[in-house]
């Protein structure tokens, strides 16, 4: 959890998650109210509120006005804008599904950047260099997305690309003594037509997926990742919730 979080925060982030996992909830069901659940914790309505906003932070949750607490989207990716945090939406996404997440990196080197646009998206000279390195993600034993990213070599001294198989931006964050930021992200529908994809996924040609790319900042707004990712859209439920102020 960013940020500084104190232990009754804690304690309200947990009975909340908990709640959601044991009951099963879907997006959009009603959890409670701040209220209640400071009567039933024993806290304040201020340590309710602010513990939420973590939870709002990372689309888990969403507030009704007079209705309290919902459960929201697991996944962010379709906020160009929202706030992030360096907890895996990935792992939360395959549990909430009945799995494990996993990652495995398939291949890591060190190459020139390959064209002016990323070079321009990271804050690069062409003659600079990225590490590449390429991951392909799990539910179980499901492949069910495709990582292909690129971050600047001058971010880092060194880097353990074994590491990525743990957290990618937990590593960042480590490795640059910075929190990420934001992520600015593109969505859109493809039919793949590229071997090294469907072989990784286990599709055929021209198997509709989704794509998306985005470019991750840190929180002095410099550029650390340029990522595309190729997800099976099955295992990614995207939700957007529209709520008109009244």
């Known amino acids: 959890m960013s940020g500084n979080v104190t232990i009754k925060q804690q304690q ?25 659940i400071a009567k039933i914790l024993d806290v304040t309505r201020t340590t309710v509120r602010e513990a939420t906003r973590h939870l709002l932070d990372e ?4 507030r009704v006005r007079k209705s309290g607490l919902h459960v929201g989207s697991s996944e962010r990716n379709i906020n160009l804008t929202g706030k992030f945090n360096v907890i895996s939406h990935f792992d939360y996404q395959a549990k909430k599904q009945g799995y494990k997440g996993s990652r495995k990196v398939l291949s890591a080197s060190i190459v020139p950047v390959p064209n002016e646009q990323i070079a321009n998206s ?29 971050i600047p070599t001058n971010l880092f001294n060194q880097f353990e690309f074994s590491q990525l198989e743990i957290s990618k931006f937990g590593y960042i964050e480590e490795m640059t003594g910075k929190k990420v930021k934001k992520r600015i992200q593109n969505i859109m ?58």
């Open 189 to 246: 529908a493809i039919n793949i037509d590229d071997e090294k994809v469907e072989t990784s996924l286990n599709v055929d040609k021209n198997k509709a997926l989704l794509k998306l790319e985005e470019i991750t900042y840190l929180e002095d707004d410099t550029p650390c990742e340029h990522n595309v990712s190729y997800i099976k859209a099955e295992y990614h439920p995207i939700q957007n919730i529209i709520e008109r102020r009244l």
């Open 59 to 62: 689309g888990l949750v969403y």
């Open 12 to 36: 309200v982030i947990n009975y909340i998650t908990n709640l959601i996992e044991e009951k099963n909830l879907s997006m959009g069901e009603k959890i409670d109210t701040e209220v209640n």
């Open 122 to 150: 990271l804050g690069l000279k062409r003659t600079d260099f990225v590490y590449k390195i390429v991951r392909l993600m799990f539910f179980d034993d499901i492949p069910v997305s495709i990582e292909f990213t690129l």
